[in-house]
C-alpha cells in the first residue's frame, strides 16, 4: 500500500506486504485497554455496594421475588393426652389389712370371695387361698398387695353381683361382731365388712 499525493493512502498491488509498523485488520491494540473503554466492555463508574453484576435479587429477597420473613416455624407435635391411672375397684383400710396380716400367719395365703344374696353371702369372706373354688360365674376383682403379706390376696365376686355392684369402689373394712361360721375371722369377735361408694 502507497500514498498519492495528498497523502491518502492508495491500496497496494495485490500480495504485497504491509510495510512494517501497519497494524492489522483485527489485530488486538498493544496498549493497555482504558477502563470504561468499549473494546473492555466494563463500566466506566465504580460497582456500587449490594449491587451484583449478573441483575441478582437484592439482599433480603429470594430468588423467586418473595420476601423472606426468617425460618418457617415447624409444626409441634400434639402432645399426648394424660389419662387417670386406674384404679382398683377393692381397697382396704389399715384395719382390715392389720387382721389380713393376723390370720396369713396362722392360716397361710388367703383369698376372699363375695357371693351376694341375703344374710352372710352379702360380706365378704376369708379362705385359705384355693379353698373356695371359683369358676366362670365369678369375677376376680382385684389382687390385693398388703404390706407384710409376701403374695397377693385374690379377691372374687360372683358375676351376678358385680353386675348391680360394678358402677361402685368397693373397701374391705373390719368391725366387732361375730360374721360367718365358714371366713376365717369368725373366731377373733371381728367381722369383714364391705362399704362401698359410687366410682
Known amino acids: 500500500m502507497g500514498t498519492d499525493p495528498s497523502g491518502a493512502a492508495v491500496p497496494g498491488p495485490p500480495g504485497a506486504a504491509a510495510p512494517p509498523g501497519a497494524a492489522r485488520s483485527g489485530a488486538v491494540p498493544s496498549g493497555p485497554v482504558r477502563s470504561g473503554s468499549p473494546s473492555g466492555g466494563a463500566s466506566s463508574g465504580p460497582v456500587r455496594s449490594g449491587a451484583a453484576s449478573s441483575g441478582a435479587a437484592s439482599s433480603g429477597a429470594a430468588s423467586s421475588g418473595t420476601a423472606s420473613s426468617g425460618p418457617v416455624p415447624l409444626p ?116 369383714f365388712l364391705i362399704r362401698s361408694h359410687l366410682a
Open 76 to 191: 409441634r407435635a400434639a402432645s399426648p393426652v394424660s389419662l387417670p391411672p386406674a384404679t382398683d375397684p377393692v381397697s382396704l383400710t389399715p384395719a382390715a389389712a392389720d387382721l389380713i396380716r393376723a390370720l396369713r400367719e396362722q392360716h397361710g395365703p388367703l383369698m376372699f370371695h363375695q357371693s351376694g344374696g341375703c344374710c352372710d353371702g352379702s360380706a365378704p369372706m376369708c379362705y385359705p387361698a384355693g379353698e373356695f373354688r371359683t369358676g366362670g360365674s365369678d369375677v376376680l376383682l382385684a389382687s390385693l398387695a398388703v404390706d407384710g403379706v409376701p403374695e397377693p390376696v385374690e379377691f372374687w365376686m360372683s358375676r351376678s353381683q358385680w353386675e348391680l355392684w360394678k358402677h361402685t369402689r368397693l373397701t374391705i373394712d373390719v368391725v366387732p361382731g361375730r360374721g360367718s361360721g365358714f371366713s376365717l375371722e369368725a373366731p377373733e369377735g371381728v367381722r
